[in-house]
């Protein structure tokens, strides 16, 4: 029996932006609490939110919302290393997790519906990459099976999935999910979203 389990990325210092994303507010709530909110209303479980920069203030946020954290002490050299760490502590939690959910804590326009589509897709395809597409690009929230938990363990620095992703293309599928390219990294990104 299959399930996925959830790895939420918010290591990051968000130094564009100047600020830390992961506490922006977006209607009455921080976009990573949002994000686990979302993620939790959907059969995703266990959920594991990696912290990084920022974690002492990020984490009395988080007090509340029943999710697995791990903070990433190499953050700093990038989304690799907090890949390698949120899937390392699904593992950890539940070694019969058959697939994950890689998801950022920026993109304020997921939806469960939409996590739930990507799930089922994932299923239904049996491919081993399920991703979402937006204008020529393809990316987060994405689903892995396990046969690429080798390859996600592997990442460092400053690799980010989409390696993985370039290197088996012919196992990838999609769900379109045009909101997906509105992501907040710069102020004007924020002004634009509120």
């Not at 326009?109 to 393809?138: D, M, W």
Request: glycine share 8%; charged share 20%.
């Amino acid at each position: 029996m299959r399930h996925t389990g959830a790895v939420i990325l918010a290591a990051g210092a968000s130094r564009r932006l100047g600020t830390p994303k992961q506490q922006v507010r977006f209607q009455q709530q921080s976009l990573l609490q949002r994000i686990i909110q979302t993620t939790r209303q959907t059969t995703a479980n266990p959920v594991v939110v990696v912290l990084g920069a920022f974690a002492d203030t990020i984490l009395p946020d988080l007090q509340d919302s029943e999710t697995n954290i791990v903070i990433n002490t190499d953050w700093e050299s990038g989304m690799g290393s907090s890949i390698q760490s949120g899937v390392r502590e699904l593992i950890r939690i539940d070694h019969n997790v058959s697939d994950v959910l890689i998801l950022l804590c920026d993109q304020p326009f997921i939806t469960p519906v939409l996590l739930e589509e990507l799930i089922t897709t994932h299923y239904r395809q049996n491919k081993g990459i399920t991703a979402c597409s937006y204008g020529p690009a393809i990316g987060t929230p994405i689903i892995f099976s396990s046969t690429f938990f080798p390859g996600l363990l592997a990442l460092t620095g400053q690799e980010g999935a989409k390696k993985i992703i370039l290197q088996h293309q012919q196992d990838v599928t999609t769900i379109p999910f045009p909101e997906g390219i509105i992501d907040i990294d710069t102020p004007e990104d924020l002004e634009n979203l509120r």
